[in-house]
């Protein structure tokens, strides 16, 4: 169902995104165009003898491409049609790596809605970027700026 306004949504209401999975092309792009090319993602021989074992997404690369599969569930479902910008983020933890084949997705659930005065207001939400075996690997909060019905 389309959302045009803050008071379309409700404390609770949860989304669940589609999957993508993470492949090595998406690690040598974001490493080209951040300028991150540290060896943890980029050198096989180097992971080898990390904790990890292996070469891990970056974290803000599992973020962003996490945080962006909300946009494939369909225009002003996770962004109501009033949005006016994103506002913010919180809290971000990056608490299990992202592997090259891992499959992720989003979920998240509204815990607070702000009205910040009669045209605008704040959708604040939780957000759980997880693999394809449900572990976390990515935890923030997200908050959205968005108008409010017209009264």
């Known amino acids: 169902m389309e959302k045009e306004y803050l008071e379309d949504y409700a404390v609770g209401e949860k989304f669940i995104t589609p999957a993508r999975t993470i492949t090595e092309t998406d690690i040598g792009m974001f490493a080209g165009l951040t ?3 540290h060896e ?3 050198n096989v021989e180097y992971a ?3 904790p990890f074992g292996e ?4 974290g803000m690369l599992v973020l962003v491409v996490g945080s962006a599969l909300s946009l494939r569930l369909g225009n002003n479902v996770t962004l109501p049609k009033s949005f006016i910008a994103f506002y913010g ?3 971000v933890r990056f608490v299990h790596p992202t592997k090259i084949g ?3 997705h989003c979920e998240s659930e509204v815990i607070e809605l702000i009205e910040k005065d009669d ?3 704040v959708m ?3 957000a759980r970027i997880k693999n394809h075996r449900g572990e976390d690997c990515c935890i923030f909060v997200s908050k959205i700026l968005c108008g409010r019905r017209p009264k």
């Open 55 to 58: 070469r891990i997404a970056h």
């Open 40 to 42: 943890l993602h980029t």
């Open 35 to 37: 300028g991150d090319w």
């Open 119 to 121: 045209k605008r207001g």
């Open 48 to 50: 080898k003898n990390t």
């Open 124 to 126: 604040v939400s939780e």
């Open 89 to 91: 983020m919180e809290k």
């Open 102 to 104: 891992d499959t992720i």
